[in-house]
């Protein structure tokens, strides 16, 4: 199960339980094991979940904005701690997750 941050964050608003808190900033991190086609896909099923109307006048009612990391790019350590993450959450890396037989290297 993915991690959330506690509800005892000290930036939280007093009245964050009573539907009427402000709007703050917040990252959220997605680690995948992907193709630069699977990759695509993905950025572009998130892009429409965060506006699910590009045509619609003005910015967006809940305002976001998203990159997205080559995880070549990152240092080995960051490399390490997102396969950690992504192995804790739901990977077997012996398991194909389009046919449950084992992964070709």
Known sequence: MPETAP?????????????????????????VIATSAEHEELMDRLADVL????DHEGPCPVPWGMHSVNGDSLTDEERSALLTEIEETNWDPEEDPKDGGGREQ
């Open 7 to 31: 509800d005892t964050d000290p930036g939280a608003s007093p009245d964050a339980d009573s539907g009427s808190e402000e709007p703050r900033l917040w990252q959220v991190k997605i680690a």
């Open 51 to 54: 506006c699910p109307d590009p």
